[in-house]
């Protein structure tokens, strides 16, 4: 198994950089949605395989949980240990994630001088993207996993489908001002593991090196109730899609809809992801390595 030193990763993550902001942008938006829908593809499998883990006190006390052995806990590993498929995806076929763009494009800036025009282009064509792809993708699990029609074409919301509404409405329950802080330190946290994952996925030459570099670092982040932004681009309008299948107005979330999907969290996180990638993953490695990288060249 070939290990790249830091030095050497961080030198890579920037020439990446740069081949990603000289993309034309319906090659961005193209990649881009290719990654929204891979990430997406990770989020939905995470539902499905988290769907009944989760018993209240109540159930656990009375020893209503099957073998004793499900929890919240359980339920947010068993969904991080499966949502990094997205992620692995992504990274192995050449697609555009804008939460590993916002590390590796500036690391080009301060690499190579590409200038931060570059850099906003390429943020922008890809996110777009990535909500295209996410969106696709939310709607053909709404109307697929997480719905089952009758003959005459009346849908029923299925058990993984009630759960993608749960995950949806936790999302948008970001109110307030302390609400807003609590969504962007949770974007901060996310994509500053993400971006940890991009580096050990360059780290390595060999897939199985690059498999476990990304794995452990999302499922981190997924299992710690962290905030992605593309994720939620997926989570939420499947949450939304399938709720409008319900008819019974008392089980239906009046807070979970397109606009709180921006208000209360996909704004407020994206901004957190671009300061965890930004900050905390390329300025930190920038300074810390500049001079090795300087005698690189």
């Known amino acids: 198994m070939v290990f790249h030193p830091p030095v050497a990763i961080v030198a890579k993550a920037g020439d990446a950089g740069k081949y990603k902001v000289g993309l034309p942008a319906w090659n961005m938006i193209l990649r881009g949605f290719m990654s929204g829908a891979y990430i997406a593809m ?15 006190a109540a159930q656990i006390t009375a020893g209503a949980v099957p073998g004793g052995f499900a929890s919240a806990g359980m339920s947010q590993l068993i969904l991080g240990a499966v949502f990094p498929v997205g992620l692995i995806i992504t990274v192995l076929t050449g697609a555009e994630l804008f939460t590993g763009d916002a590390m590796l494009a500036p690391m080009a800036a301060f690499i190579h001088k590409v200038t931060w025009m570059q850099v906003i282009n390429l943020w922008i064509f890809v996110y777009i993207g990535n909500l295209i792809g996410s969106v696709v993708f939310a709607y053909i699990m709404a109307y697929g996993p997480f719905t089952t029609w009758d003959a005459a074409g009346a849908a029923t919301v299925t058990a993984f489908g009630t759960r993608a509404i749960a995950i949806a409405g936790a999302k948008v329950s970001y109110v307030g001002v302390a609400g807003m802080w609590s969504a962007f330190l949770k974007g901060i946290a996310c994509n500053w593991l993400v971006n940890l994952a991009i580096l050990l996925g360059i780290c390595s030459d060999d897939m199985v090196g690059k498999f476990f570099g990304i794995w452990f670092p999302i499922m981190a982040f997924v299992s710690s109730g962290f905030e992605h932004s593309v994720a939620n681009m997926y989570f939420i309008p499947a949450g939304i899609m399938t709720q409008g299948f319900i008819t019974d107005p008392a089980k239906i979330n009046a807070g979970l809809n397109w606009v709180t999907m921006w208000t209360n969290n996909i704004i407020i996180v994206t901004i957190g992801n671009i300061v965890g990638a930004l900050f905390f993953v390329g300025i930190i490695y920038w300074v810390a390595f500049r001079k090795e990288i300087a005698a690189l060249k």
Do not use: D
């Not at 990770?42 to 209240?56: E, K, N, Q, R």
């Open 42 to 56: 990770g989020a939905a499998l995470a539902t499905v395989c988290s769907t009944g883990i989760v018993y209240s």
